[in-house]
């Protein structure tokens, strides 16, 4: 009943899920329209051409590398953070290419142990030096806590505030260490899908204009958390290095991916999982975003794969289903989202009741809550079922 009369007969996406209206025939925007886009989904589509001339830079940058390999103490700076791309990212990098690159994580305060494992088990394998900085934590915790409580859009969702700006600080405090350093090339291990803001390269301009908030400029943030972004001196100097995406270019089999991480032993069998290296932050940001928006970011990723391989709807429309439910009560990974919101000092009651506070003020709160209300009803439904009469 659910799927045929309010989600798109051809993706996921239900009437009403911020923006997105199903026509008379079941379809909604994006199905109906290859073009259609809004503020929080558009198809992106690198062609041919641009794809070729950022593989042939890639190759140049390699070449230059392998060139000044040994006259500076490191080829480039890794971006490391212990999931399964960056790690095939360090391999290919010291065992392909023969680099000497310094690895770099910063935490965020949110990283999951299971990442902090598999960097443990894969730095005792593949010998490059580590940094990990921890000084940074209070200013992601910061960050996060006024996102949370700030963040009043009717049109797009907390996860994607919360992941571009905390994303920009990890850059940020990267591109830091490479500046200090006098380091070139910064590489992430962005996988190919990973493209809604950048292809390949993150535009000088765009790291200087676009990371620093204008956030950090209110009473709630200090000088403390400024040192972590680029200064006007850093800029005005101009060596920065260039911030590249390899795997937008060069081979990326996902499936190829966890194989080598596992049979390396870098990280253990079953731990290369998204899901699992997936910091808490998205966790609570999606508990927020369903009970908000009655929907999340990632639906329409998972949309547009159901565009793309129509037999896997079923699959992903029973997921919605299962899983939807469960965020809005907070049973779906309740252990890391209660964790986040004590580490930002708010109880889930706090939360709610913040959220319910923004819905209110929303013009669509009707639609939002009959959709909170269909994906709650099934559950109901069966609980009345399951008392015997
Ligand atoms: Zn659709």
Request: proline share 5%; aromatic share 10%; glycine share 4%.
């Amino acid at each position: 009943m659910i799927e045929q009369q309010k989600i798109c007969i051809k993706c996921i996406l239900p009437d009403g899920f911020l923006g997105v209206n199903l026509n008379p025939e079941g379809m909604c925007d994006f199905c109906s329209d290859p073009d259609h886009k809004n503020i929080n989904w558009s198809r992106k589509v690198i062609g041919t051409e641009r794809r070729q001339t950022a593989l042939e830079n890639w190759n140049i940058v390699v070449v230059q590398m392998q060139q000044n390999h040994g006259k500076i103490p490191y080829d480039c700076i890794l971006g490391y953070s212990g999931g399964k791309d960056s790690t095939a990212l360090l391999d290919h990098l010291v065992n392909d290419l023969g680099l000497n690159p310094l690895a770099v994580t910063s935490d965020t305060g949110f990283m999951t142990d299971i990442a902090k494992d598999n960097m443990k088990d894969t730095l005792t394998q593949i010998n490059v030096d580590h940094v990990l900085i921890e000084e940074c934590i209070p200013t992601f915790t910061k960050l996060y806590k006024y996102h949370f409580f700030n963040h009043n859009s009717n049109e797009t969702f907390l996860a994607r505030y919360i992941c571009d700006y905390c994303s920009d600080l990890i850059h940020s405090i990267v591109v830091k260490e490479a500046i200090r350093r006098e380091i070139p090339y910064v590489l992430f291990g962005y996988s190919p899908d990973q493209i809604f803001r950048y292809f390949y390269e993150m535009p000088q301009e765009e790291v200087i204009k676009e990371w620093k908030p204008e956030i950090l400029d209110t009473p709630f943030f200090d000088d403390s958390d400024n040192q972590w972004y680029l200064t006007d001196e850093e800029i005005e100097n101009g060596d920065l290095p260039r911030v590249l995406l390899p795997y937008h270019v060069i081979p990326y089999r996902e499936q190829d991916i966890i194989e080598l991480v596992e049979s390396k032993n870098y990280i253990k069998r079953g731990h290369a999982d998204p899901l699992l290296t997936n910091c808490n932050v998205v966790h609570a940001a999606t508990f927020y975003d369903f009970n908000r928006y009655s929907g999340i970011l990632y639906a329409y990723q998972y949309a547009e794969l159901v565009r793309q391989n129509p037999e896997e709807r079923k699959k992903w429309v029973r997921t919605l289903k299962i899983s939807a439910p469960l965020i809005l009560e907070n049973k779906f990974k309740h252990r890391e989202v209660t964790a986040f919101f004590n580490q930002i000092g708010v109880s889930q009651e706090e939360m709610l009741n913040h959220i319910q506070e923004q819905l209110e003020k929303d013009p669509n709160r009707e639609q939002i809550e009959t959709n909170i209300n269909m994906f709650r009803k099934k559950r109901r439904t069966k609980q009345v079922k399951a008392v015997p009469q």
